[in-house]
């Protein structure tokens, strides 16, 4: 038994979803997605300017100078080859973002194509591509993503790639279903007697009606991959040494941690300040988009 | 007139819908007798529904409410009341869907005796007793073994009498009815509406029972009101109503024919939908719609007139309406 | 009969998926580039060293005979041998297991003694104070991994208390249990944010339905109406729920083993892929794969005595 969002309001007749597509849409969204926002575009900054903020090469070692408190040299002292820590987790956002986005974009679009594909042409297309789909489900996803990584080796694209087999079915569900939804709807049948090729009639009419959904999905998505690519960089499985990378700091620094206590927790923070400015955006649109 | 059951005056509820509010009911008078049936003609997204829930205090979360409501709890005149005064005492309500108005989780034996052991300190068998025995009240056959059965092991139309035996199970005053009928086959539905009818007349009880479908509350109500875009828009008898509307609307919904999904009506010879309840039209609400709208239609404030000793309409017209027009 | 046959057959539809789990980590680890032979023989080994290792193995057997001979194996128990220790996979994985036992279950039982009063408490003063504090909380602990959020419990908790070891497993009961006890907290702080957001939404449907507007119309009230109504109600959901984390779960295990240095199977499986030990990872592959399937199937049975819809609904 489902029961029905409305049905605690039956005598209401139904307020229509709102889309981003809208004029006002932006300016109706809650606050929290605007705080999220800039959160994230502080990183992306970052990220785009690390080569001009950061004060030292991440990869030059001083073994003069290792495990160096904080100082008005080294903002956050250095590691154990005496690399600098500050310049090293700005140069972390750019394999930790790019990974992250990627991860999380490349299952989106591979989902939303194969889940309009199943929608709109139905038959054996849908049966197969929603049966792949059942397959993939059914197995532990973080366990499967050790898994293709052991199997693919180390490094970004793997990481991509195995997020890419698991995470597209999500997307290609809320597609299907969607596109089911709206296919029978009076403006796409309009179009269909109208003689608009198929292709045409999904971009033009099914995907301004789905892309909604998505986007709610997406930017928690992109919280898990970066949590995961930290998590496998930790593990030693991900990113390979001596590339920054935000998780395989945090373990590096986690044996220095009676005496160089921030070695290992500013890294962490890092990660939950872009994971707090993601999920704001998650959250705000959902309810934006749902209200 | 007999004496006064209820009385609702001015009614208001606002709604938070996004991040503006709605006002699906906008300003409803009623008042009921002891014994009277009530009917609430509308269609959906009238604000009939919201009306008849305020009344019992069963309001979706965040709906604001104002405007007056009393019921005579003993033999009184109508006092002011909250919820928790009439949940269990005065008041009882069936819904639209018997299926999830029902716990899934519970035998619906055990439900109807929720009551009785509450209200009236029962013990188990005793509470057992008294719902078998309100089973067969409502025509339920073999009550005793159909108590032990889950929700979802009976039919659309014994659920109902489940619901409505729980309903009766705290001897209410007055019962309201949210569209019960609506969701059952057509033969059932006449069934219920007997069954409605028995009791009412059996227990002296009042009800008050909302529905889109005219022809239903024809069977059962002793008085009418038409709502439309969260006002009353006309009053009066049901055999007056019926043969003579005093409003534009009345007449649309008289002449509409019930379509397939139950729940809503194809208006005959009116075009468009009931408005958005975010953007009410100004004047008379139902002036864009009606075939007899004049100018100054849409300037007059609602305000709904004494147009017989016990009738009412809000058509600022009904005189022309009266000659047929024109 | 309805119900028991609703678990029969829920059983016998696990079968073909644990035929499909056994395949798909046979192939996976079949594409695994290096050469098994080399890595048991050494670098230093000959052409014909290696001939000999692979005939042992029966590599150069087609790989349906390799898949049919895995797949009779494993049905035996037999999970092969470690490439490092030369120690059988299943007698590795039986040394380990506990540890991971221990935390799974101690981590649950934090997770389900956090999330469920915060869930409920979220769910009955929606859009308040309380609700709002919960989310935002919640929100938190989504962003924080785990393995930082183990290191910051060291360091703000056991190091300074010296309550509680920094690593490592005990012996006795009192050793593991403070042992285990930091490694559950984190694992429970990672999952907790999941079902208080589930049982949240879950108990607010309940309470928006039909039949808890009938009961409060009765008036059934208080808390009568919660036990009664809701909880039982929401029940079904909330296992749903707890069962669905468990590959969360796992992971966590993984990553809090190697934080808090347990000698448990996460552990045991960091330490196979990075030495690239190809059975051993195999073998806890499998392992976990069960898991998952053993507690979805598990959760399907209890949601069934929960609900007794079941036996139309399939």
Not at chain 2, 47 to 59: A, E, F, M, P, V
Not at chain 2, 212 to 240: F, K, W
Not at chain 3, 139 to 161: C, D, E, K, R, Y
């Amino acid at each position: 038994m489902t029961t029905p969002a409305f049905e605690a309001v039956p005598d209401v007749p139904q307020i229509v979803e709102a889309s981003l597509a809208e004029p006002g849409a932006w300016r109706r969204m809650p606050k929290k997605v605007w705080v999220g926002l800039v959160i994230v575009a502080l990183y992306v900054l970052v990220a785009l300017l690390a080569p001009v903020i950061a004060p030292y090469d991440p990869l030059a070692i001083d073994t003069a100078n290792r495990l160096a408190s904080p100082d008005s040299a080294h903002l956050l002292g250095t590691d154990e080859l005496g690399r600098d820590i500050f310049s090293r987790l700005l140069y972390a956002s750019r394999v930790d973002l790019p990974i992250g986005f990627l991860g999380a974009l490349l299952p989106a679009l591979v989902g939303t194509i194969l889940g309009a594909i199943a929608g709109f042409f139905g038959r054996w297309v849908d049966t197969a591509i929603m049966r792949t789909a059942d397959v993939v489900q059914a197995f532990p996803a973080y366990i499967l993503v050790i898994v293709l990584v052991f199997a693919l080796g180390q490094g970004s694209g793997s990481i991509i790639l195995a997020f890419t087999v698991l995470a597209w079915v999500i997307y290609a569900r809320i597609i299907r279903s969607e596109v089911l939804r709206v296919r029978d709807r009076d403006y796409v049948q309009a179009a269909r007697v109208a003689g608009l090729r198929r292709l045409r009639i999904l971009r033009v009419h099914v995907f301004p009606n789905v892309i909604n959904q998505t986007l709610v999905y997406l930017p928690n998505d992109i919280v898990f991959a970066t949590l995961a690519l930290a998590a496998f960089s930790f593990l030693g499985l991900g990113i390979p040494p001596p590339t920054p990378e935000w998780g395989a700091m945090i373990a590096e620094g986690q044996p220095f941690l009676r005496t160089n206590w921030w070695f290992a927790t500013v890294p962490g923070l890092v990660i939950v300040g872009l994971g707090l400015g993601l999920s704001l955006i998650g959250e705000g649109l959902e309810e934006g988009l749902r209200a | 007139m007999t004496k006064r059951l209820l009385e609702v005056e001015d009614l208001r509820i606002t709604l938070q819908a996004g991040s503006g509010t709605i006002t699906p009911v906008d300003g409803v008078n009623l008042a009921l007798g002891r014994g009277e049936a009530l009917g609430i003609a509308g269609e959906s997204g009238s604000g009939k529904s919201l009306t008849l829930k305020s009344i019992i205090g069963l309001l979706p979360q965040g709906a604001q409410v104002e405007g007056n409501l009393r019921f005579a709890l003993g033999d009184e005149s109508p006092i002011p009341y909250t919820s928790t005064d009439v949940h269990g005492r005065g008041i009882s309500i069936i819904f639209q869907e018997p299926m999830t108005a029902l716990n899934p989780t519970m035998r619906v034996g055990d439900l109807i005796a929720e009551g009785p052991r509450i209200h009236e300190g029962l013990s188990k068998t005793a509470a057992r007793e008294r719902a078998v025995e309100l089973m067969r009240q409502v025509g339920i056959p073999a009550p005793e073994r159909r108590a032990k059965m889950w929700p979802h092991q009976l039919s659309g139309g014994l659920r109902q009498r489940v619901m409505i035996a729980t309903a009766l199970s705290t001897r209410p005053k007055l019962l309201l009815c949210d569209e019960p009928t609506t969701a059952l086959d057509v033969s059932i539905q006449d069934q219920i509406l007997g069954l409605l009818q028995e009791i009412r007349i059996n227990l002296g009880m009042s009800i008050i029972f909302v529905s889109h479908d005219l022809a239903v509350l024809g069977e059962l109500c002793d008085r009418l009101a038409i709502m439309y875009a969260g006002q009353i828009v006309e009053t009066g008898p049901t055999d007056d109503v019926f043969t003579k509307p005093n409003h534009p609307y009345t007449e649309a919904l008289m002449t509409s024919v019930p379509s397939f999904d139950a729940t809503s009506v194809k208006l005959a010879g009116i075009e468009g939908h009931p408005p958005d309840p975010r953007s009410f039209p100004p004047g008379c609400r139902f002036s864009p719609r009606c075939r007899y709208a004049r100018e100054d239609c849409t300037e007059a404030d609602f305000e709904l007139v004494a147009t017989d000793a016990d009738r009412s309409s809000a058509c600022i017209h009904t005189e022309v309406f009266a000659e047929g027009g024109r | 009969m309805g119900r028991f046959g609703f678990v029969a057959r829920r059983l016998l539809q696990t079968i073909p998926m644990l035929f499909g789990i056994v395949l798909v980590v046979f192939l996976v680890l079949q594409i695994t580039p290096g050469d098994p032979a080399r890595q048991i023989a050494g670098l230093r080994a000959s052409e014909a060293d290696l001939e000999e290792v692979r005939q042992e193995l029966g590599l150069n057997d087609p790989i349906i005979a390799q898949y049919g001979r895995y797949v009779g194996n494993v049905l035996q128990g037999d999970l092969g041998y470690s490439y490092k220790s030369r120690k059988p996979v299943a007698d590795i994985i039986g040394d380990r297991i506990s540890v991971t036992v221990w935390l799974l279950s101690t981590g649950v039982l934090m997770t389900l003694l956090i999330s469920v009063p915060l869930g409920v408490i979220a769910a009955l003063r929606k859009d308040r104070m309380a609700d709002h504090a919960i989310r935002g909380f919640g929100l938190l602990g989504l962003s924080m991994p785990a393995f930082w959020t183990g290191v910051i419990l060291l360091l703000l908790v056991a190091l300074p208390t010296g309550w509680f070891p920094a690593g490592g497993f005990g012996d006795t009961f009192g050793e593991k249990l403070r042992a285990i006890f930091l490694p559950a907290l984190t694992l429970a702080i990672g999952s907790s944010p999941f079902i208080i957001r589930g049982l949240r939404a879950a108990m607010i449907s309940v309470m928006e339905s039909d039949y808890i507007s009938t009961a409060r119309s009765i008036g059934v009230a208080g808390g009568r109406l919660v036990r009664r109504f809701v909880l039982r109600n929401a029940a079904g959901p909330g296992v749903t729920l707890v069962a669905i984390e468990i590959g969360y779960l796992l992971f966590g295990a993984v990553v809090i083993e190697t934080t808090f240095a347990l000698p448990g199977v996460g552990q045991g499986l960091v330490i196979a892929a990075q030495g690239r030990d190809l059975p051993s990872v195999q073998g806890y592959t499998l392992l976990f794969a069960l898991v998952v399937v053993a507690v979805y199937l598990l959760s399907d049975i209890v949601t069934a005595i929960l609900d007794p819809r079941v036996e139309i609904d399939t």
